[in-house]
């Protein structure tokens, strides 16, 4: 069990870095719209400065050049971007799933070392109780039919196996009133 918990927190930890890694196809896309943005506003003022003076026109038509340079790259970047997206989703999903995985294998655990405590508490005396045809009480000085609603009331550590009436009697042990055995 804590070799398979050891290797989901180890793929956890991969997939956490390569999503770090990933990171740069998206930046590169949101920095070119930033420059292609810039740039588009750039060209409309020198379309109106272009139009007053024609010494402007050189600088507009740079201006151009640079914008359909710059909306090109955003382009190309475009896909690698949304392919990016599309792991970090896959990457994340895989996380979130080997959590559900360690939380279940650890609830399992957990459980399995619960069913062992209870094994571990069922005393010698108790499983003799629950095979005795008579059930004797150690404080009381009662006994009683194995299948008395006294019996599941009592301590048990308290129980005593007798396997007969004459035992019990013999023992000092009085019948109890409710199954009168």
């Not at 404080?139 to 009683?144: A, C, S």
């Amino acid at each position: 069990m804590r070799k398979i918990i050891r290797g989901l927190i180890v793929g956890m930890f991969v997939l956490a870095f390569s999503t770090m890694c990933f990171a740069s196809a998206l930046t590169d896309y949101q920095a070119a719209q930033v420059q292609v943005a810039n740039l588009t506003t750039q060209v409309q003022q020198a379309a109106l400065l272009a139009q007053n003076d024609p010494a402007q026109a050189q600088n507009y038509q740079v201006l151009q050049a640079q914008l359909a340079q710059a909306q090109q790259t955003m382009q190309a970047l475009e896909a690698a971007a949304v392919q990016e997206l599309q792991q970090q989703q896959a990457i994340q999903a895989a996380q979130q799933q080997q959590v559900q995985q360690a939380a279940a294998l650890q609830a399992q655990q957990t459980a399995a070392i619960q069913a062992k405590q209870q094994v571990q508490q069922n005393t010698p005396a108790q499983a003799a109780a629950s095979s005795a045809s008579y059930i004797g009480n150690k404080n009381t000085k009662k006994f009683h039919y194995a299948g008395c609603s006294s019996v599941a009331d009592m301590n048990p550590g308290n129980k005593v196996a007798l396997s007969s009436r004459e035992e019990a009697i013999s023992a000092g042990y009085v019948p109890c009133k409710r199954c009168n055995p």
